[in-house]
């Protein structure tokens, strides 16, 4: 069971935005940046948003990231085709001298 | 484009141990901490533990505290992890990652490991 909560799917046709959760508590999302990482099929994950909604370079402007209070989410609009991964969300947690812990990841289908 | 390379595919047998490399550029480990994740099959992400910047200190998950030791040898600018006492539940894709700005910003393509009779 993943500290982390986000929902297993998400799906969404061309052109569509999609938004997806990712619900935490005060020892991680809640005192520390969310961060959100996509993960293509059969490939390493790539970070997408660092520091709660900050783009790497090379990360298109279709994809955002926000947080309130203990929860963030991951917005990406103009879906495209290429956009089909799942994501995952990441945050240090405060506990057991800290450690990083993740979303159980959700799986973004486009119809 | 910063690449972190990793070490070939794995077999193991249930009780042994392995250790996965995972190269770096020559300035990482300076200024960046190094990070390991694990997939297993069909499954989510599963961070395991890391090493920082300089001081070298690190910290592990509670999952594989005990049987991880992650390291660094700057003379070849190369990242370790070492675990032990496989088993079954230990195969899966063995990911590195440079650490910066609290988020895992480069990694490695993955190592695959099984452990198996």
């Known amino acids: 069971q993943s500290v982390l909560t986000q929902p297993p799917s998400a799906s969404g046709t061309p052109g569509q935005r999609v938004t997806i959760s990712c619900s935490g508590s005060n020892s991680n999302i809640g005192s520390n940046p969310v961060n959100w990482y996509q993960q293509l099929p059969g490939t390493a994950p790539r970070l997408l948003i660092y520091?709660?909604?900050q783009r790497p370079s090379g990360v298109p402007d279709r994809f955002s990231g926000s947080k309130s209070g203990t929860s963030g989410s991951l917005a990406i609009r103009g879906l495209q085709s290429e956009d089909e991964a799942v994501y995952y969300c990441a945050a240090w947690d405060d506990r057991l001298n800290g450690i990083w812990v993740f979303g159980g990841g959700t799986k973004l289908t486009v119809l | 484009q910063v690449q972190l390379v990793q070490s070939g595919a794995e077999v193991k047998k249930p009780g042994a141990s392995v250790k996965v490399s995972c190269k770096a550029p020559g300035d990482t480990f300076a200024s960046y901490g190094i990070t390991w994740v694990r997939q297993a099959p069909g499954q989510g992400l599963e961070w395991m533990g890391w090493i920082g910047a300089s001081s070298g200190t690190t910290n592990y998950a509670q999952q594989v505290q005990g049987r991880v030791t992650i390291t660094t040898d700057t003379t070849t600018n190369t990242a370790f992890m070492e675990l032990r006492r496989l088993t079954s539940e230990d195969t899966a894709i063995y990911y590195c990652?440079?650490?910066?700005?609290?988020?895992?910003?480069?990694w490695g393509q993955g190592t695959l490991l099984i452990v198996s009779s």
């Open positions: 520091s709660d909604s």
């Open positions: 990652a440079r650490v910066a700005q609290d988020s895992f910003d480069y």
